[in-house]
């Protein structure tokens, strides 16, 4: 195509290479209907489309994101309840999501098949612009009234319970306050998701309306990646979408500004508070500013690129100008990952944000973060910040990256980032040239940072300093503010409207609407891919490397790895601080921001991290066979880089090996005190992470150690080692990393041939300077001493039977529930069957009664063959423990279940899409290395594939039978609010635990 070409109505605007996506963009728009499209052609087989919208807030109902809700709950095609969940269930997506933000509504999906690839657009497209949006959906998803467990109305519904369990969250609450400070007086001061106390504001008509204004062809931006030619796509929505629609409507224009908004130049608020007791040093203190005057840019590109430089200069590590000034000056703070600077909407903002700020010291604070800025702007920066600098953007630019979501949507990001705001969708792709062109500048201008610091901080009015603390009271206000709601809707409602509307959603809900209407890929249809990622195992200077050969550009993902289970039990317990402290301390004659200077010159990412994995009982045998190497547990030192930094960037770890002292008793307190404020900020948003930890703690050592390690028991460790005495604590590092260091050595790598090479030199001087050895045989000891060190204090109950073993009080009131039974072992075709099984069970029965029944807004169940476990959660659930008893419920009533051969297809699609998703080079390096060490052959992958495609209806029916058997196994776990834990579940619990946070 070329640029003035019309094809169907579609005019051609634009037509340019993309160089650092391999891609031809072409951006287009028809000239009718006012539909933009924006396609990044290449070569790439995994297509993602995805449909967005322009949707401006309001008002803080979250009726944008009640709507992103609501239109995948049925459309005039798919008059279909839960279209979502059967696309689900039976898609091979890649990827498959929508999502809310400031300003717009995303509807993305991806897909390696064709044929697949146009159903999900075909769902997707009716549902955006065809939703039936009845009511009984909305009070499913927005909020409807019910009674709590004590007979008294209550507010429930999905998206409100999601919004609740985002208020419990300190740092989400501060962060919006934070940012609302110069965003005040703009459609930003709205909270886009929702504000569970403005959510039961919203009712459908509005919902209604606000799908009428905004989803619409001329507000509607295409965004479209991959090889499927663009004609194709052109055709599909000109036949689905344009030729339907009756009304184009109109582009969306963003809300005027109020002109009379002043920024505050000092702000105090309050937040939730997550424990007991209110900490201020578990406050947020910041310093944020609106970024120019205009919303839209003049030179979108270089502009961002010019602050996300800046930014990384002076803040971008610890040992950073501005981080490190602040750090110095007031110990025991800690930098937040608040900070930094927003250019994802209209505006552009930049925060500096700290805590563990005492009360008496917040102004203080405030006037130091001027004063850094001030010195840095005045005498600049030295060469290893610039250095460090420049070594991050290269990394981060040349990597290619695919985590759990396509690479394409970090393009989509930055396409939207320009294109929702009328500029072009190609301004920021360029990323790479903008940031040869950005470091350039700071090399050749060494006054160019004082300017940028002056233009953008210091001479900057429009900025705002935030004090944001957490507050007993607030969570009570808002608890009496959300009863005192549900009260006076039941009163204008009464009883009776209370019950028809319950038993009209309920009547919704159990309806069955038309079978096999949503299209899927036939089973027949599917073909066999394999993964053929290999690791190889070889040896240099006689240590033990695991190698993995993969097209990284250039880069370098290396790893130097220490047996610890040569160590007594007892000591397993101080890993998580061994692992906290080890990367971020000094060495012996020069302190930790000198060595992190050395560290930004050579290498990215440099961190720790324990290695370990369960070993299926199918591959004993194999383990056995290299038993020094293979199924172990590793203190694992990891680092990357790129090829032409090889040599410093080994060098740098010997040093680090041979160097490293714990002496820095300022330095420990502040990195022990980010990682207990950082639980305590995480416990909500990972609560599903920490209960799963807990179910799983006393199932296998490897379990036992990770819950030690990362899990709630690390916690009591660091408040162990907060009150330790100095001397003490250095001594009892010092020891436990000498220990292990004396246990011998393991290499892993990860790269090109070139790097390979490289890295292969760099091991080998590596293990002469530091006298590695090979590694000492794993200590032979009792797992019931492991386990019982994940013991944690608690109320315990008298329950005789206790339903529940443990419940954790956390704040909010939300829950979390988590729970194990049985499942067939790994490289079986039981545990096939189990999958489909599992996979079936969860986006049917339970989805209906917990997610959308239940108001929950997640709900998963899996199983893990390696230690034949399935494991059961619940997330942001109201009602956990009733989830957990409906588990236990359709478990026992699997024995008289009975599958079609068209739901097994569906989940065979399903099921086998998550086998075939594709991973980045790196990622493929990190499995390929971890089935090496833990006894995974390709050959069992390959049966997997195998066992999928050719799994039926007697093999489904078995595994209802066998889960009908299954007892549960591990500890049943509840994370949940305390408002949540009333008298009768305390007589039905083993143990309640209050965090001391």
Known sequence: MKINDLYKGFRVLDVKKVVHSDSIGIYLRHEKSGLEVFHLLNDDDENLFAFAFRTPSQDSTGVAHVLEHSVLCGSKKFPVKDAFL???????????????????????????????????????????????????????????????????????????????????????????????????????????????????????????????????????????????????????????????????????????????????????????????????????????????????????????????????????????????????????????????PSVYIRYTTCSFAFSGIEKKDQLRLRNAILESLEDIARNGINDDDLERTCLQFNVVNREVKRYSEPYSLTLLRKTLMAWTYGKSPFDLLDYIRETARVEEKFRSDRKYISRLIRKYFLDNENRSFVIVTPSLEWTKKRNQSEEKIAGRIYRQWGEKRLSETLDKMHEFQKKEGPSNIIPYVRKKDLKPIYENTRAKRSSVAGIPIVSCKQPTNRIVYASVNFPVDTLHVQLLKWLPILEVAFPDVGWTNLSWDKVYNIAGRCVADFGCRIRLATIPECSVPIVEKDPLVKGREWFSISFKFPVETCSEAFDFVSRFINEVSFDDEKRLDTLFSSAITGFGNSLVQQALYYGMLRAYRKTSRPYAVRELVSGISSYGTFLEAKKMNHRKLVNLLSDLFARIRSSGAMFTVTADEEGLKAARRGFSDLAKKCSLLPPEPKLKQSSASLFKMTEIEGKLTKAKNPFCDEVFVIPGNIGFSTALSGCSKYDTDQVVADEILTHLMETTDLWNQVRTVGGAYGVFLAVNGLVAHSRFGTYRDPHPFDSLKFFEKSMKSLSDKEFTQTELDKAIAGVYSSEITPSSPSSKGVFAITNELYGITLDMNRRKIRRILSMNLENLKKACERFARFKFKGDRVILCGKSMVTDKIRQNSRKIINLPL
């Open 86 to 340: 059967q696309l689900s269930n039976q898609s091979m997506s890649t990827y498959l999501n929508a999502f809310t933000s400031a300003d717009r509504t995303v509807f993305p999906a991806s897909s390696l098949i064709k044929a697949d690839y146009f159903n999900l657009m075909s769902v997707y497209s009716d549902a955006v612009f065809f939703p039936l949006l009845d009511q009984e959906i909305f009070w499913q998803e927005a909020w409807r009234l019910e009674h709590n467990d004590e007979g008294k109305p209550c507010i429930q519904g999905v998206v409100f319970n999601e919004m609740k369990g985002a208020w419990s969250s300190f740092n989400g609450v501060a962060s919006d306050i934070i940012e609302s400070s110069v965003l005040g007086g703009t459609c930003y001061k709205w909270d886009s998701g929702g504000d569970p106390l403005c959510i039961p504001d919203l009712t459908v008509e509005k919902v209604r309306a606000f799908h009428k204004k905004y989803y619409c062809t001329k507000n509607c931006l295409v965004f479209l990646y991959g090889n499927i030619p663009t004609e194709e796509q052109l055709d599909f929505l000109s036949d689905n979408v344009i030729s339907r629609v009756n009304s184009f409507g109109k582009k969306a224009s963003f809300p005027k500004n109020d002109p009379d908004f002043k920024i505050k130049s000092l702000v105090r608020a309050t937040g939730p508070c997550e424990g007991d007791s209110e900490d201020e040093k578990k406050g947020l203190c910041s310093w944020i500013w609106r970024i120019g005057k205009e919303a839209e840019k003049s030179d979108l590109s270089h502009d961002s690129m010019e602050l996300f430089f800046l930014c990384e200069l002076i803040a971008g590590a610890d040992s950073a100008p501005l981080v490190k000034s602040i750090l110095d000056r007031f110990p025991g703070s800690d930098f937040s990952s608040k900070s930094g």
